[in-house]
């Protein structure tokens, strides 16, 4: 049994589906992608996992039973729009906000000064949010999120408006929670950051899933279409084999687009009789690029 | 529920501005009752015997200026004395003397006796450089003699002294209230407890408008900023927005109190200073006359004003996603809660209008209303109950609309809301 199922559910806003017939399983130590263009339908699922909306179709299972406000204490939630009470104690209001969930005062406290540990800022437990830097002000929503020790957690957005080096702490951090055996579900305009966590995805265009499943066996369905070739100078004729595409100048070697996956092959053949090669790889599309295959078309 | 009372009010009580509101407004309390010590310092200094006042008395036909001179001879404690002004004929030459005598400050002012038929009293013209129109102890010491010496001048010798005197005393009258029917709450009033609980009924309308406004405008902005600050979507996926906007109501309501604590204390205890006891005491004013049903009643009807008022500037605060458009959403309630303050004040020397006991029935008007029957009118008590009775049932009905449009409001974001979007949203949520 999963942790959290969403089956065939729909919403209607009006006379705008705003979300058609999604279905997802987040398995417990998992990170599920939600993936889709702005206004794809990516908050709004989100916020009916929350229970904060009902959907009009369908079901939202947690632990294989249906929402009740007991979950509150089970799911944490980290917004997309970041937002705490500017003039406010950092320990202030977070043990509020774990309370809130049901957590008592000391334990709340406790949870508080492991995680301000964890980031190495000990020091933030009596400054007020507004005093702390944008990157700072994000780890102490992040820690808003999971001091109460969520089962199943929603990150909206989780990495927007970091520097690489926060960013690396808090995939760091979100490994270990994975890692205890939390479900999380997680949106991200960031592919490379899906590539590194999710092992499922959903891609949503327009209320609708286009794109679903093992993120593997997705990449696998999608030809490699690029060929990197590292050699000692320069190679001629790579126009000439059939199926290439485009070719690009490096500093190194090629780059080279090819429609059809033989004249990888050909390339090399050809690169070996004329020059040294050190580099030779046939690249898989990043997810990037099968985003916006998936999403591109028709996208205005 | 109970952490979000605590947190709500901890976070309130701590802030710079409630702080200095509340020590200003209790300085103010403070400034208030010592006002009338003080002003009555000055009022014994300008009453000493040392200033003797000169009036100058002219153009005097009827020979009424030594009949004024016997009368203030007779006052052995009157300030004033009249001089006998001889005019050389000319009136535009005596006017110029008797302005410089004024700047000069050698006399108070003068007395012109305008010319009548000859055998009847004249009328006076009193000139000064310091007219009040409300008169002050000189014009009021002036017509008070001259009436004295009119009734002599009318009635020369044919009534005895002792006549004249009983004449001249003025008329006693005190007051007092008696309730027309039975088991009102209105009851018998001497007049000491009229002013006492005059004092405190007003005293009670602007704590109830001051804190109930105050308060409720600092739900209404937390909601708001809570909204603006996103962290409204945390706090929703943790508590359900009925606790939540209950608590913040209750929380609220505890720091209003507070402040009505602190006034109470600053009022108490410059009432019992000893320099103000006597100051009050002069005033007739005694507060141990104050009726204890009445604050009782006030207490019951300001802890339900507040939360119908609460409930409202909450569900506004929802649907506002901006500070800066919070004034102008709140308006409707704030016109509200002034009605409801102005129809009172207004009434206070009128407190039985058909006005009033409409509005005493009326819930968002009830809670000054009836306080103002209850202090001052005469008001059954199945009226005081009906009155209670219907505010609960506005509570109840309004608390339930607030918490639905809270519970959608605080999802919207972007413009305000109409009506009919809220509506639909509502049926979109399935609220």
Same mark, same amino acid.
């Given at each position: 049994?999963?942790?959290l199922?969403?089956?065939?559910?729909?919403?209607?806003?009006?006379?705008?589906?705003?979300?058609?017939?999604?279905?997802?399983?987040?398995?417990?130590?998992?990170?599920?992608?939600?993936?889709?263009?702005?206004?794809?339908?990516?908050t709004t699922t989100m916020r009916m996992v929350l229970g904060l909306i009902y959907?009009?179709?369908?079901?939202i299972?947690y632990?294989?039973?249906?929402y009740?406000?007991?979950l509150n204490?089970?799911m944490g939630y980290?917004p997309?729009?970041?937002?705490?009470?500017?003039?406010?104690?950092?320990?202030?209001?977070?043990?509020?906000?774990?309370?809130?969930?049901?957590?008592?005062?000391?334990?709340?406290?406790?949870?508080?000064?492991?995680?301000?540990?964890?980031?190495?800022?000990?020091?933030?437990?009596?400054?007020?949010?507004?005093?702390?830097?944008?990157?700072?002000?994000?780890?102490?929503?992040?820690?808003?999120?999971?001091?109460?020790?969520?089962?199943i957690i929603i990150?909206d957005?989780?990495?927007?408006?970091?520097?690489?080096?926060?960013?690396?702490?808090?995939?760091?951090?979100?490994?270990?929670?994975?890692?205890?055996?939390?479900?999380?579900l997680?949106?991200?305009?960031?592919?490379?950051?899906?590539?590194?966590?999710?092992?499922?995805?959903?891609?949503?265009?327009?209320?609708?899933?286009?794109?679903?499943?093992?993120?593997?066996?997705?990449?696998?369905?999608?030809?490699?279409?690029?060929?990197?070739?590292?050699?000692?100078?320069?190679?001629?004729?790579?126009?000439?084999?059939?199926?290439?595409?485009?070719?690009?100048?490096?500093?190194?070697?090629?780059?080279?687009?090819?429609?059809?996956?033989?004249?990888?092959?050909?390339?090399?053949?050809?690169?070996?009789?004329?020059?040294?090669?050190?580099?030779?790889?046939?690249?898989?599309?990043?997810?990037?690029?099968?985003?916006?295959?998936?999403?591109?078309?028709?996208?205005? | 529920?109970?952490?979000?009372?605590?947190?709500?009010?901890?976070?309130?009580?701590?802030?710079?501005?409630?702080?200095?509101?509340?020590?200003?407004?209790?300085?103010?309390?403070?400034?208030?009752?010592?006002?009338?010590?003080?002003?009555?310092?000055?009022?014994?200094?300008?009453?000493?015997?040392?200033?003797?006042?000169?009036?100058?008395?002219?153009?005097?036909?009827?020979?009424?200026?030594?009949?004024?001179?016997?009368?203030?001879?007779?006052?052995?404690?009157?300030?004033?004395?009249?001089?006998? *002004?001889?005019?050389?004929? +000319?009136?535009?030459?005596?006017?110029?003397?008797?302005?410089?005598?004024?700047?000069?400050?050698?006399?108070?002012?003068?007395?012109?006796?305008?010319?009548?038929?000859?055998?009847?009293?004249?009328?006076?013209?009193?000139?000064?450089?310091?007219?009040?129109?409300?008169? +002050?102890?000189?014009?009021?010491?002036?017509?008070?003699?001259?009436?004295?010496?009119?009734?002599?001048?009318?009635?020369?010798?044919?009534?005895?002294?002792?006549?004249?005197?009983?004449?001249?005393?003025?008329?006693?009258?005190?007051?007092?209230?008696?309730?027309?029917?039975?088991?009102?709450?209105?009851?018998?009033?001497?007049?000491?407890?009229?002013?006492?609980?005059?004092?405190?009924?007003?005293?009670?309308?602007?704590?109830?408008?001051?804190?109930?406004?105050?308060?409720?405008?600092?739900?209404?902005?937390?909601?708001?900023?809570?909204?603006?600050?996103?962290?409204?979507e945390i706090?929703i996926t943790s508590?359900?927005?009925?606790?939540?906007?209950?608590?913040?109501?209750?929380?609220?309501?505890?720091?209003?109190?507070?402040?009505?604590?602190?006034?109470?204390?600053?009022?108490?205890?410059?009432?019992?200073?000893?320099?103000?006891?006597?100051?009050?005491?002069?005033?007739?004013?005694?507060?141990?006359?104050? +009726?204890?049903?009445?604050?009782?009643?006030?207490?019951?009807?300001?802890?339900?004003? *507040?939360?119908?008022?609460?409930?409202?500037?909450?569900?506004?605060? !929802?649907?506002?996603?901006?500070?800066?458009?919070?004034?102008?959403?709140?308006?409707?309630?704030?016109?509200?809660?002034?009605?409801?303050?102005?129809?009172?004040?207004?009434?206070?020397?009128?407190?039985?209008?058909?006005?009033?006991?409409?509005? !005493?029935?009326?819930?968002?008007?009830?809670?000054?209303?009836?306080?103002?029957?209850?202090?001052?009118?005469?008001?059954?008590?199945?009226?005081?109950?009906?009155?209670?009775?219907?505010?609960?049932?506005?509570?109840?009905?309004?608390?339930?609309?607030?918490?639905?449009? *809270?519970?959608?409001?605080?999802l919207?974001?972007?413009?305000?809301? !109409?009506?009919?979007?809220?509506?639909?949203?509502?049926?979109?949520?399935?609220?």
């Amino acid at each position: 049994m999963n942790a959290l199922q969403v089956e065939q559910v729909v919403k209607v806003y009006g006379d705008k589906r705003a979300v058609n017939q999604i279905n997802l399983e987040v398995g417990r130590g998992e990170i599920y992608g939600l993936l889709g263009a702005n206004g794809a339908g990516k908050t709004t699922t989100m916020r009916m996992v929350l229970g904060l909306i009902y959907p009009d179709e369908g079901n939202i299972r947690y632990n294989g039973k249906g929402y009740s406000k007991e979950l509150n204490r089970l799911m944490g939630y980290l917004p997309e729009e970041r937002g705490l009470y500017p003039k406010i104690k950092v320990s202030e209001q977070l043990v509020y906000l774990a309370q809130l969930r049901g957590m008592s005062k000391v334990d709340a406290d406790r949870s508080l000064k492991y995680w301000l540990d964890r980031f190495n800022v000990p020091e933030y437990y009596d400054k007020k949010i507004e005093e702390l830097s944008k990157g700072n002000q994000q780890k102490m929503q992040f820690i808003a999120a999971v001091i109460h020790k969520p089962q199943i957690i929603i990150m909206d957005e989780a990495f927007s408006g970091l520097d690489p080096v926060n960013v690396e702490l808090l995939k760091e951090t979100v490994k270990e929670v994975r890692d205890e055996g939390a479900s999380i579900l997680f949106s991200t305009h960031r592919m490379e950051h899906v590539e590194e966590l999710c092992q499922n995805i959903t891609i949503l265009h327009k209320s609708n899933t286009v794109l679903q499943g093992n993120l593997k066996e997705i990449k696998r369905q999608f030809p490699r279409e690029s060929v990197i070739l590292g050699t000692d100078g320069e190679v001629s004729e790579l126009h000439q084999i059939t199926g290439v595409t485009k070719v690009d100048r490096l500093e190194t070697g090629y780059k080279i687009g090819i429609s059809d996956e033989q004249a990888a092959q050909e390339i090399l053949r050809t690169a070996m009789q004329q020059r040294t090669v050190n580099r030779f790889e046939v690249v898989e599309p990043t997810l990037n690029q099968i985003f916006i295959k998936a999403v591109g078309e028709g996208h205005e | 529920m109970k952490t979000i009372v605590g947190f709500t009010f901890k976070n309130k009580v701590k802030t710079k501005s409630f702080i200095v509101t509340t020590i200003i407004l209790a300085l103010l309390v403070t400034a208030g009752i010592n006002s009338f010590y003080v002003m009555s310092l000055f009022n014994k200094d300008e009453g000493g015997p040392a200033k003797a006042e000169v009036v100058a008395m002219v153009n005097d036909t009827e020979g009424v200026a030594p009949a004024l001179q016997e009368y203030y001879k007779k006052q052995s404690d009157s300030k004033l004395s009249i001089q006998v *002004y001889d005019g050389s004929g +000319d009136p535009a030459t005596d006017e110029a003397k008797l302005k410089q005598d004024l700047a000069a400050k050698k006399i108070a002012g003068y007395l012109v006796a305008t010319e009548g038929k000859a055998g009847e009293f004249p009328k006076f013209i009193y000139k000064s450089s310091n007219i009040r129109v409300t008169g +002050d102890s000189t014009t009021n010491s002036l017509e008070t003699a001259l009436g004295s010496v009119k009734t002599d001048f009318i009635v020369a010798d044919s009534l005895t002294d002792a006549q004249k005197k009983q004449l001249s005393e003025p008329i006693t009258m005190s007051l007092e209230q008696v309730a027309v029917s039975e088991g009102n709450a209105g009851t018998n009033q001497t007049e000491e407890q009229k002013i006492a609980a005059n004092i405190l009924v007003y005293v009670m309308l602007f704590l109830f408008f001051m804190t109930a406004y105050m308060t409720g405008n600092m739900i209404a902005a937390e909601v708001t900023a809570e909204k603006s600050s996103r962290i409204m979507e945390i706090l929703i996926t943790s508590v359900s927005p009925l606790s939540q906007m209950f608590g913040k109501v209750m929380g609220m309501f505890l720091v209003g109190l507070t402040q009505i604590a602190v006034f109470v204390a600053a009022v108490a205890v410059n009432v019992n200073l000893p320099h103000n006891i006597a100051v009050l005491k002069e005033a007739h004013i005694d507060m141990s006359q104050i +009726d204890p049903m009445l604050l009782i009643y006030g207490l019951v009807f300001y802890i339900l004003g *507040y939360f119908l008022f609460a409930v409202l500037f909450a569900a506004v605060g !929802s649907m506002v996603s901006r500070t800066e458009d919070l004034g102008q959403a709140i308006m409707p309630i704030t016109l509200l809660s002034l009605a409801s303050f102005y129809i009172s004040m207004f009434s206070l020397a009128t407190p039985n209008t058909m006005l009033v006991k409409v509005a !005493s029935f009326i819930p968002f008007t009830s809670p000054t209303s009836m306080i103002l029957r209850l202090g001052l009118g005469e008001v059954a008590y199945w009226e005081v109950w009906l009155s209670i009775v219907l505010l609960l049932v506005a509570i109840f009905i309004f608390g339930w609309l607030s918490a639905k449009i *809270y519970r959608t409001g605080v999802l919207m974001y972007g413009k305000r809301p !109409s009506w009919k979007e809220l509506r639909k949203a509502m049926k979109a949520y399935k609220i």
